[in-house]
């Protein structure tokens, strides 16, 4: 009896620490996801990487298509830098009929995304990492070939006007990592819409 509750206490504790997210510092969570042209990507294909600026977004939220050319922008500037952007989208696509795959392979078409869009199919990575809005971003860093998180939460401080931007969190981010220092701030809060999902 003693055996079943420990084992019991044990994987509810591993679900708590699952559905608290990732922190600043924390161990990147590994995945497997579908790209829009067919191929599986893992997060582990970067490890020649400095890094990776993992960007949870979605095809129909308002602030995920403000940011949209931002991110673009944020790939061309940082992927040849050693931080290539990744996409997740994270929504399900009978709650959001938007967010299908096929509307995926139409979106990163139609806008010419120089970078992978992924999709969360069992929404499993998502809650690993903890991310709550479209778009929200996880800075990961690469330390020995073991991927570490070094900054969460937003672009920057306008998410509907990009020329009234005055604080550039991810970039200032990026910066500090490459200089070999910590971001600050490391982590900020992420504006977006909420994750759709059937639960």
Excluded: W
Excluded at 59 to 66: S, V
Excluded at 71 to 97: C, M, R, T, Y
Aim: glycine share 8%; charged share 20%.
């Amino acid at each position: 009896m003693k055996k079943v509750f420990l084992t019991s206490t044990l994987a509810f504790t591993i679900l708590l620490l699952v559905n608290a997210g990732l922190k600043p510092g924390d161990s990147a969570v590994d995945f497997s996801l579908q790209n829009v042209d067919g191929t599986t990507i893992s997060l582990t294909d970067y490890n020649d990487q400095k890094g990776v600026i993992l960007v949870f977004t979605c095809n129909p939220c308002p602030f995920a298509k403000t940011y949209e050319q931002r991110v673009i922008q944020l790939h061309k500037k940082f992927a040849n830098e050693g931080f290539p952007v990744v996409a997740i989208n994270p929504n399900d696509g009978e709650v959001s009929p938007e967010d299908t795959f096929n509307k995926m392979k139409a979106r990163s078409a139609d806008k010419g995304y120089p970078f992978p869009y992924l999709k969360d199919e069992t929404q499993v990575v998502y809650k690993a990492y903890g991310a709550t809005r479209t778009p929200h971003i996880f800075l990961l860093e690469n330390k020995g070939g073991k991927f570490k998180v070094a900054y969460i939460g937003a672009i920057d401080d306008n998410a509907m006007n990009a020329s009234a931007v005055s604080k550039t969190y991810l970039e200032d981010a990026i910066g500090a990592v490459m200089a070999g220092n910590k971001p600050d701030p490391a982590t900020t809060k992420a504006i977006g819409c909420t994750i759709k999902t059937k639960g």
